[in-house]
């Protein structure tokens, strides 16, 4: 729908797509779209909202186009329709976005239970991707994710941004020149989940359509608890602690530790569940990955040992690198990462190892578009760290410890677990 006629009527239903050709896009003393990427923007609520800011500001400085803007909540798409301007188109259905031929790429930042599905069908279209961490809620959709991915050339960036953090990268080329020596454990530290989210079924609001906001999962009556943050205290649309900022923080981990292609072999996870309200999520947790070649293990605690604060910013969550002969700290492990003063003072000696520097997450995710290099939050290193998440979710729902085969990405001997590997998913909205 126009994003005029859109305003004025804050109408329910929305037009079939408007194609833009890329030649109007363009003005005098700025390139066209032939030559600078054009983008849809997929939820804009929450963090979309700050992904749409931010690439307004890039489209003022005539460095991208923002084509159309997406949103199954009206009020959300209203505001984000005057954030990108009147070239901008407004759609509630985000298969309308992906049909456009101008679109070269879009930026999915809708609940955890859309992800999976709204990137296989992205990269089936020939859109490249930034979606938001975590990756998947399953194992299934992230082979889903990586296959369509891989066949069709797509440059997905899963929006786990520390690793393009300055003081990752310090951390990273601290660790790579031995300056703690081998590195057994790694121990993340997080604050519990919450319990609650005590609401009663309720009429769905005009502005919101509640069957796109539940898409992939099963049928149920409206319900605000779930919504609009919230979903991430259910294990079937979120998964706590452990899948929102878990995605950040052993996201870090994985690449510290050069373990994106090499998962754990098991995971044993305990913890307490809600005893009220309807979220289901872990409240406390701890999950222990053990991984071989090289042996070591990765702890993920909530509430965990937290150390003191450093001398940048809060100690909330992070993640403690024990190596034989020192250790060290980061903090965060989202947008707000930083380490301790010696990783940031080091200098990398002469024949020492030179570590890539992200000019910026998104930086990073365009030059994967235009080269077709992996980007450094690339698709399967955003699975590998779903993969722990979901992994540890389903050893704290069976209470047991679980076998995990990293080449096959295969739960083994445990035929009840391997079920919960996947899931059914909702016509028309599956893999």
């Known amino acids: 729908m126009k994003r005029r006629e859109f305003l004025t009527t804050a109408a329910a239903a929305v037009s079939l797509p408007y194609l833009i050709p890329g030649r109007a896009l363009a003005q005098p ?41 997406c949103d199954v909540d ?57 979606v938001e961490k975590p990756a998947c809620c399953t194992i299934e959709e992230g082979k889903a994710m990586v296959a369509a991915a891989q066949k069709n050339k797509i440059a997905v960036q899963v929006g786990s941004q520390g690793r393009s ?13 031995g300056m703690l020596g081998k590195i057994s454990k790694v121990t993340c530290w997080h604050y519990p989940s919450p319990a609650g ?41 979120g998964g706590g602690q452990i899948r929102d900022r878990g995605a950040h923080v052993m996201s870090c981990a994985l690449y510290l530790m050069g373990a994106d292609q090499k998962g754990p072999v098991s995971i044993e996870a305990k913890g307490t569940a809600p005893t009220k309200g309807q979220y289901d999520s872990a409240v ?12 070591w293990t990765l702890v993920w605690a909530q509430p965990g040992d937290k150390p003191p604060k450093g001398d940048q910013g809060h100690n909330d969550y992070g993640a403690i690198y024990h190596g034989e002969k020192d250790k060290l700290i980061l903090y965060g492990g989202d947008g707000g990462t930083w380490t301790e003063k010696k990783a940031r003072d080091f200098k990398v000696p002469e024949g020492g190892i030179q570590v890539y520097k992200s000019p910026g997450h998104k930086e990073d995710w365009f030059a994967g578009i235009k080269t077709g290099r992996k980007t450094i939050m690339n698709i399967e290193a955003g699975v590998a760290t779903a993969n722990l998440t979901v992994l540890g979710n389903i050893s ?32 028309p909205y599956y893999l």
């Open 284 to 295: 406390q947790m701890e999950v222990v990955y053990t991984f071989k070649d090289p042996d």
């Open 165 to 177: 953090t300055p003081d990752c990268h310090a951390a990273i080329t601290y660790l790579r020149n």
């Open 74 to 130: 009206e009020k959300r798409l209203a505001g984000a329709s005057r954030t990108a301007g009147p070239q901008a188109d407004v759609y509630r259905d985000y298969r309308y976005v992906l049909q456009r031929k101008d679109i070269d790429a879009v930026v999915i930042a809708t609940p955890d239970h859309w992800h999976g599905v709204q990137t296989v069908h992205a990269c089936e279209c020939g859109k490249h991707v930034y």
């Open 29 to 69: 003393g700025n390139p066209g779209a032939g030559e600078r990427l054009t983008f849809g923007h997929v939820g804009v609520g929450g963090m979309g909202g700050y992904h749409l800011g931010d690439m307004k500001g890039r489209a003022n400085r005539g460095e991208v186009n923002i084509a159309a803007v």
């Open 396 to 427: 704290f729902t069976l209470k047991r410890k679980i076998e995990w085969d990293p080449v096959k990405q295969e739960i083994v001997g445990d035929e009840q677990a391997r079920r919960m590997m996947s899931r059914p998913q909702r016509f």
């Open 197 to 237: 989210g005590e609401q009663p079924d309720s009429p769905c609001p005009p502005e919101l359509d509640w069957d796109l906001w539940l898409g992939p999962l099963r049928s149920r009556p409206h319900n605000t608890a779930y919504y609009h943050g919230a979903f991430r205290w259910f294990l079937e649309s």
